[in-house]
């Protein structure tokens, strides 16, 4: 300030020098001169008062810079302003340059240069600089070029201010952030209005459309859209957009009951983002750990939800970087999940409209939607052919013409208008030709539209149904009536079958679940009791104890017959042949069952009398049998012993009488008498032996077997084949006469009657048992026919074999041989048995 006020008092002195007015005037002129000098050191001091007072408002101070020092002289308040205490400080142009941040200095260098070398007369630098309280300020040094070399035109001083402007710049940094961010803001608007331009349909390619837009302006990795699951049951991905390589795919899941904490998080609405270092609880379920998926830095997952109803998720997801997401990020997405949300929305809508549309015109019932006054608005094909009306015939119609009468018409007034709720009537209705069909129809009342309100109502043919009803009431009506009748029948059947059972003579009791539901008066009488005291019991309480071989007390088998005995009252027993049988019922009912008691008690007493007269038949003919061989062993031995010893006697006294040559003389009498003697010595012998061989007494069975098998081979000109067994020796008397006259009867049979060739006896003692077998390969025979023909033979052997505790089988056919087998059990097997057996079926 002090230069500037110096140079102006050398200019004014110049003013003084040329031309020289008188003294007088001189003063005069002088005094006013010196007045206005005064006047104005008065104005200039107050314009520098007023310049300090601006420069300081303006947190400004001057500078001055003196080519010829080369300083840049700074003013105290530039010290202040860098929080500094205020006092003069010297610098230079090229230490301000150094001082600039290094990408600004090379400019500032040039910027000073031209103002120094007078290419330009000012300039204006701005320069970062730390406080004293180390916070960045900024300062503006703005300066002017007043002295320049006359001939070089160098800047030879200049002056200037130096202002701080951080706040200036601050502003300016918010000012730009602002306009950045509204930028962006805008940037994101666009992008959503475009989208909200877009067709919805197909739904597909809007996704795809969305998801490319979405990536774009938030400059992310992978957009993905997942939509909900039918069901509930996840979540799939219907578009996933993958920017490094404009790919798009789609059908990942996420399952809902897998994580459910993440389903709860995107119910909840919010957007939610899932980063390396952040960590959100419902994302945290679906990434463990807090990081993002592979291939991803950070997630953003914006739910979206159409009320309360969540549709799905867009998932946006950054591949570097892990800024985490802003304000407008959150937004965009947010608004553009509500967006997709609708589009989705109106999607199924549209799609559902469509197949409304579909449903109607192509319905299998006739369907109509019938509006005010009961105008048919619109029908479909179905219900014009189910009327006989051409298309669109029927189309603003009144719905009249479709009725058989007037009162049926009114009377359907309810089923229409937005007030009837959901309706099903019945009519009979009327086609074009003017047949009445029956038709069956339901109304719906439909929210009211651009037209008004209206009913959708389907109309399905039952004529066929309503045809098949009456035929069956008809029906019903007479089955009725036969019914009625069959009743009657029935009725008349049961008091007939009620006399039946009531008059039968055997006892017949209906059992349910084993208890008597209805006894006849027979069965009364049988157990000797009331018919009060034996409905509601079971019939096994009248069982005798040891009435059945079984358990008495069991269940009676179904149809089956049983002999078992019950209890009269009156303590004696009554034996009964019982049959059951059940009762046809319904599926499901309980089964009836009938049971027939017939009284054999007096049968029982005949059958116990005949078994113990054929016991005593039998004993008797044992003993009987026993005497006759006794009989048969005294007169047998009687013949051989007395008679036949009398006529060998005799025979020995009928000696020949000489002749006179000394040969006897045939013809004479003793000759005919000594023949007769031999022939009846012959016939005792025979007859002894027939009776009671002497052999069997004396030397036993098997000898006796022996001669016998020898007297047929040589009468019957058969080869007969003995084979014998153990010990025969052993067995007791009885026995061996028992074998010997079966063996007997058997060998005398065959000679007469089986024409053999051959025949095998088999005589043994093996294993406890005693065996004769004795077969022939003859002509065989019936035994059937032959024990009905009266013959004893076989009969008599039987009867033998029996008294003795044995058995008897003969095995024959016609043509096929006989073959005959006597067992006996013996009651204490032989030790000494033989080790051998008897094997009946061995051939001869
Ligand atoms: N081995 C056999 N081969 C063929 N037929 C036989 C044989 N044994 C018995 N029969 C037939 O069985 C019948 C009955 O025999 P059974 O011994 O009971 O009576 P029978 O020999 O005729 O007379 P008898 O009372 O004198 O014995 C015989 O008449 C004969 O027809
Ligand atoms: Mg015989």
Redesign the pocket.
């Known amino acids: 300030m002090f230069q500037l006020y110096r140079s102006f008092a050398a200019r004014l002195g110049r003013a003084f020098l040329p031309g020289r007015p008188p003294r007088h005037a001189q003063a005069m002129e002088l005094a006013n001169t010196v007045e206005r000098l005064r006047e104005q050191v008065d104005e200039l001091r107050q314009a520098h008062v007023r310049m300090e007072f601006a420069l300081r408002s303006a947190h400004a101070s001057p500078w001055e810079y003196d080519h010829r020092s080369g300083e840049l002289l700074l003013s105290g308040s530039w010290d202040a302003g860098r929080g500094q205490a205020p006092a003069r400080s010297r610098t230079s142009f090229s230490a301000l340059v150094d001082s600039l941040p290094p990408g600004d200095r090379e400019q500032g260098r040039a910027l000073l240069d031209a103002v120094l070398n007078g290419l330009r007369d000012e300039c204006s630098l701005e320069q970062r600089i730390e406080a004293a309280d180390a916070s960045v300020r900024w300062v503006l040094w703005h300066g002017r070029v007043v002295e320049r070399h006359p001939l070089t035109g160098r800047a030879l001083r200049m002056i200037g201010i130096s202002m701080d402007i951080t706040d200036r710049k601050r502003a300016e940094q918010l000012a730009d952030a602002e306009k950045s961010r509204t930028a962006r803001s805008l940037e994101l608007s666009r992008v959503l209005l475009t989208l909200a331009e877009q067709d919805v349909s197909p739904i597909g390619r809007f996704l795809q459309v969305a998801t490319e837009a979405a990536a774009q302006a938030l400059q992310v990795e992978r957009a993905g859209i997942w939509l909900q699951e039918d069901g509930g049951k996840g979540l799939v991905c219907r578009d996933l957009y993958r920017a490094s390589d404009a790919s798009h795919e789609q059908g990942f899941t996420v399952d809902a009951q897998v994580h459910a904490r993440y389903f709860a998080a995107l119910a909840e609405g919010e957007p939610m983002s899932a980063t390396d270092t952040v960590r959100d609880s419902g994302m945290g379920d679906l990434f463990p750990g807090g990081r993002a998926p592979r291939g991803a830095a950070s997630t953003l997952d914006a739910p979206m939800r159409l009320g309360a109803r969540l549709l799905g998720v867009i998932r946006l997801e950054r591949a570097h970087g892990d800024e985490g997401w802003s304000e407008e990020d959150r937004q965009f997405a947010q608004t553009l999940a509500r967006m997709v949300a609708h589009a989705v929305a109106d999607s199924e809508r549209n799609e559902a409209q469509r197949m409304g549309t579909a449903l109607f015109y192509h319905s299998p019932a006739g369907t109509a939607f019938v509006g005010d006054q009961r105008v048919l608005l619109m029908c479909n094909e179905r219900m014009e052919q189910m009327f006989g009306y051409a298309q669109g015939e029927l189309k603003g119609q009144c719905d009249r013409v479709l009725y058989h009468s007037d009162e049926q018409w009114l009377s359907h007034a309810d089923v229409f208008g937005a007030a009837a709720g959901s309706q099903e009537r019945e009519a009979q209705m009327r086609v074009k030709s003017g047949e009445s069909i029956w038709v069956l129809m339901r109304g719906r009342p439909i929210e009211a539209g651009p037209k008004g309100s209206s009913t959708l109502i389907s109309y399905t043919d039952i004529t066929v149904r309503k045809r098949a009803e009456q035929a069956l009431e008809q029906l019903n009506h007479d089955l009725g009536k036969r019914a009625l009748q069959r009743a009657r029948a029935l009725t008349q059947s049961e008091a007939r079958f009620g006399v039946v059972i009531a008059e039968a003579p055997v006892g017949i009791a209906i059992l349910r679940d084993e208890c008597i539901t209805e006894a006849n008066p027979r069965l009364c009488s049988l157990l000797g009791y009331e018919r009060v005291d034996l409905i509601g019991r079971p019939l096994a309480q009248f069982s005798h104890a040891q009435g059945r071989a079984d358990d008495p007390a069991a269940p009676l088998p179904d149809r089956a017959a049983v002999e078992t005995r019950y209890r009269h009252r009156s303590g004696r027993d009554v034996w009964a042949h019982v049959r059951v049988s059940v009762l046809p019922g319904r599926p499901g009912e309980k089964v009836h069952r009938v049971v027939v008691v017939e009284d054999i008690t007096e049968r029982r007493k005949a059958d116990q009398q005949l078994r113990e007269y054929a016991s005593h038949v039998s004993a008797l003919s044992g003993r009987l049998l026993a005497a006759q061989e006794e009989e048969r062993r005294q007169l047998s031995r009687e013949l051989h012993d007395e008679i036949g010893q009398v006529l060998t006697a005799v025979r020995m006294v009928l000696v020949p009488p000489r002749s006179d040559s000394g040969r006897p003389a045939l013809g004479e009498p003793w000759y005919l008498a000594r023949s007769v003697v031999d022939d009846a010595i012959v016939r005792v012998r025979t007859m002894s032996m027939n009776l009671r061989p002497p052999v069997l007494d004396d030397l036993g069975l098997l000898p006796a077997v022996r001669e016998l098998c020898n007297r047929h081979r040589e009468l019957a000109r058969m080869a007969v084949d003995l084979e014998t067994l153990g010990d025969l020796a052993q067995l007791p008397s009885d026995l061996v006469v028992t074998l010997y006259r079966v063996c007997q009867?058997?060998l005398?049979?065959?000679s007469?009657?089986?024409?053999?060739s051959r025949v095998e006896v088999r005589l043994g003692v093996s294993e406890g048992q005693a065996v004769l077998i004795?077969r022939?390969n003859?002509?065989?025979?019936d035994?059937e026919s032959?024990?009905a023909?009266g013959?004893?033979?076989?009969?008599?052997?039987r009867e033998r074999v029996k008294a003795r505790g044995g058995t008897l089988d003969?095995d024959?056919q016609p043509g096929r041989?006989?073959a005959?087998m006597v067992l006996f059990r013996l009651a204490e097997p032989p030790g000494a048995y033989s080790s051998g057996s008897i094997n009946p079926l061995r051939t001869a």
């Open positions: 009867e058997a005398t049979n065959v007469r009657h089986a024409r053999a004795v022939d003859g002509v065989g025979f035994p032959a024990a023909a013959r004893l033979g076989i009969v008599g052997m003969v024959s041989g006989t005959l």
